[in-house]
T-cell receptor, first 113, second 117 residues
Framework: DAKTTQPPSMDCAEGRAANLPCNHSTISGNEYVYWYRQIHSQGPQYIIHGLKNNETNEMASLIITEDRKSSTLILPHATLRDTAVYYCIVRGWGGGSNYKLTFGKGTLLTVNP | GAVVSQHPSWVICKSGTSVKIECRSLDFQATTMFWYRQFPKQSLMLMATSNEGSKATYEQGVEKDKFLINHASLTLSTLTVTSAHPEDSSFYIC?????????????FGQGTRLTVV
């Protein structure tokens, strides 16, 4: 079972910031938060990941709460091409099956003109 | 970012035949690859983890004799759907982990749309 909870859908106006929340209250100390997105009929695309510090790259920013039980993915200036299903995934590292990516249902973000 | 290529992008086959899907990491070595299946309007479901040079590890409920996985090199894993039936029609997606790196993102192929008629 996925370890995250996300709203099923969200809308955002083009040019505005899109803030996608994710709850991962059972996250353990060695688990990272990963974000991927999937545009219709394509493979998932990596966006960003983090452990406990906030992270930023050319695509997005990731804000992780101090207790690490939730996070927010921020797309600073959403465009129509950002319409996709966004998946928040908790993933461990190390041996065994910890490194598997288990997908939940994600959030369908629709960017409107 | 790193590139993972799947082939074919789509395939239509007759019921009872077998179909092979290839997953290649084009610019990195992948000791571990994953195979997913996705039905319409659903999320990705992990089928198996493929490790180079060893047998794949299948998720619960996935028939290993029906979905044959071979990971013979550090850049290629194949998934063969044997004796395909219409209920096997789905979107199959692979992903690859670069080398032994921890704390690194997995890269995904573009997916293969399988239709069994």
């Amino acid at each position: 079972d996925a370890k995250t909870t996300q709203p099923p859908s969200m809308d955002c106006a083009e040019g505005r910031a899109a803030n996608l929340p994710c709850n991962h209250s059972t996250i353990s100390g060695n688990e990272y938060v990963y974000w991927y997105r999937q545009i219709h009929s394509q493979g998932p695309q990596y966006i960003i990941h983090g452990l406990k510090n906030n992270e930023t790259n050319e695509m997005a920013s990731l804000i992780i709460t101090e207790d690490r039980k939730s996070s927010t993915l921020i797309l600073p200036h959403a465009t129509l091409r950002d319409t996709a299903v966004y998946y928040c995934i908790v993933r461990g590292w190390g041996g065994g099956s910890n490194y598997k990516l288990t997908f939940g249902k994600g959030t369908l973000l629709t960017v409107n003109p | 970012g790193a590139v993972v290529s799947q082939h074919p992008s789509w395939v239509i086959c007759k019921s009872g035949t077998s179909v092979k899907i290839e997953c290649r990491s084009l610019d990195f070595q992948a000791t571990t690859m994953f195979w997913y299946r996705q039905f319409p309007k659903q999320s990705l479901m992990l089928m198996a983890t493929s490790n180079e040079g060893s047998k794949a590890t299948y998720e619960q409920g996935v028939e290993k004799d029906k979905f044959l996985i071979n990971h013979a090199s550090l850049t290629l894993s194949t998934l063969t759907v044997t004796s395909a039936h219409p209920e096997d029609s789905s979107f199959y997606i692979c992903s690859a982990l670069p080398g032994q790196a921890m704390n690194t993102e997995a890269f995904f192929g573009q997916g293969t749309r399988l239709t069994v008629v």
